[in-house]
């Protein structure tokens, strides 16, 4: 199936929620470029994101998120998978409505905490008690990411392209985000 992309589709979403994962296999499937705002905060600093959040602290890491994302959204559509916490800002949320569309992958808490409690890599849940941290920012974040423009389950029986197929369902709900193209 051929596709027509119209505007970039930013997935959100917290962590362990498949933004990177979903947004990789939905790029490839719609055969546009995959942009990934911590992959690009990470390489121009040339630091991880937990070093990032070490040295230079939450804030700073912030400031560089919304000035990638306003960067990304400004190239030609594709997919752009963001930071768990990129969409609680609401200047951010702002940007994507007026120059991308929002996708929410939403996820709930035990989903999430399989995913997440191997990795060390995120520095918001270097905390005593990670399962309760987790749940706290799910509890505060999702008034914050129902604003997306639309929403995708995931669940656990899902495989990577499931979720993408439901995605791709979606968009297509949205004729001025996706539409097929005669081959
Ligand atoms: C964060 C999520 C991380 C990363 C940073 C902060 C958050 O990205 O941006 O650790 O605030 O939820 P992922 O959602 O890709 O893990």
């Not at 129902?146 to 990577?160: M, Q, R």
């Amino acid at each position: 199936m051929a596709y027509r992309l119209k505007k970039t589709v930013v997935m959100i979403g917290m962590m362990g929620s498949g933004k990177t994962a979903i947004g990789t296999a939905l790029a490839r499937s719609l055969q546009v470029p995959f942009l990934d705002s911590d992959a690009e905060i990470t390489r121009a600093a040339n630091l991880s994101v937990a070093e990032i959040f070490e040295r230079y602290g939450e804030p700073f890491f912030r400031e560089k998120e919304s000035q990638v994302i306003a960067r990304l959204l400004a190239s030609r559509p594709g997919i752009l998978s963001t930071g768990g916490g990129a969409y609680l800002d609401p200047e951010n949320r702002k940007m994507i409505a007026e120059n991308g569309v929002a996708v929410w992958l939403r996820a709930d808490l035990a989903l999430l905490w399989n995913r997440v409690k191997h990795k060390d890599t995120r520095p918001l849940l270097r905390t005593p008690d990670p399962y309760g941290t987790l749940k706290a920012l799910l509890d505060a974040r999702e008034p914050s990411y129902a604003e997306a423009a639309l929403t995708v389950d995931a669940s656990p029986e899902y495989s990577i392209d499931d979720m993408t197929g439901k995605v791709i369902e979606t968009l297509l709900t949205r004729p001025d985000v996706l539409e097929t193209e005669a081959a």
